[in-house]
């Protein structure tokens, strides 16, 4: 039975970096990594020697999941990691987004998060993980980042309520709650047209290097939940004792919006 690691958005930013990470932090037979871009998944081959498979899927399509779900079945896999980096936000006003696109990022962040994380589990036994990558929006509300916010407060809630769920199966899963990082992540959230942007200030911006390792350290050490740097981690720890109706309007005082 073949030993593989999964990887969903690991085309690019955090989940490419766990692509690159990935040999010293376990011995897999292969790498089976989804994104819609296929050039660039099979640009990973670069960057790693574990053997790849690449699936070019759009996973906000339904039907992906038949697709992905037959592929398990026809090779029985030995799941021993899941990396779930899909996903994105927009930074806009609630009327000046497209219901169209708020639906899709609920289907990407969270439906199909759960999805690959369902059809993977048959698959996964005693001491494989789970890293569901969630971000410390999640500890909070953010206006004109709401929809983004919401969905990756349901990341943070699934990942550890799902990791005490499966303790005794011996299966570990985690959330990694990044703050700002520098990824192309804001090129789909930022509309460079609009001035001036919603997002004027950033407390601080990490890279994907940092945001991955530090998640490895989290992960194999168990724990259910990391916040990687220190201005995140103050962060989250300001927005547990303030009010949630203080921290919106410093967030909105801060952007001047």
């Known amino acids: 039975m073949e030993k593989i690691a999964l990887i969903t958005g690991a085309a690019g930013g955090i989940g490419s970096e766990f692509v690159r990470t990935l040999r010293e932090h ?84 969270c439906r199909a998060l759960s999805a690959m994380t369902r059809l993977s589990l048959p698959y996964m036994h005693e001491g494989a993980g789970i890293i569901e990558i969630a971000s410390v929006a999640a500890f909070q509300p953010i206006p004109y980042i709401n929809v983004y916010g919401a969905t990756k407060a349901f990341v943070l809630s699934y990942a550890r309520a799902l990791n005490m769920e499966l303790k005794k199966r011996g299966i570990h899963v985690m959330a990694l709650c990044p703050f700002w990082t520098r990824t ?15 997002v004027k200030k950033y407390v601080a911006m990490y890279e994907p290097a940092f945001i991955v390792k530090t998640a490895w350290k989290a992960f194999e050490k168990k724990k259910d939940h990391v916040v990687p740097g220190f201005k995140a981690k103050m962060q989250v720890f300001l927005v547990k004792l303030l009010p949630h109706s203080l921290v919106m309007k410093v967030w909105m005082k801060q952007q001047k919006l």
Do not use: H
Request: negative net charge.
């Open 26 to 109: 376990g011995d897999f037979d292969a790498l089976w990594v989804v994104s819609r871009n296929e050039e660039k998944l099979k640009a990973l081959a670069d960057i790693t020697p574990v053997p790849l498979r690449v699936i070019a899927a759009d996973l906000t399509d339904p039907a992906s999941f038949d697709r992905i779900g037959a592929l398990f079945r026809e090779e029985a896999p030995e799941i021993r990691l899941l990396v779930n980096a899909s996903g994105y936000g927009k930074f806009e006003a609630v009327e000046d987004v497209p219901m169209e696109t708020e639906l899709n990022m609920i289907d990407l962040n």
């Open 184 to 198: 192309g992540f804001f090129d789909r959230a930022v509309d460079p047209e609009k001035q001036p942007p919603v």
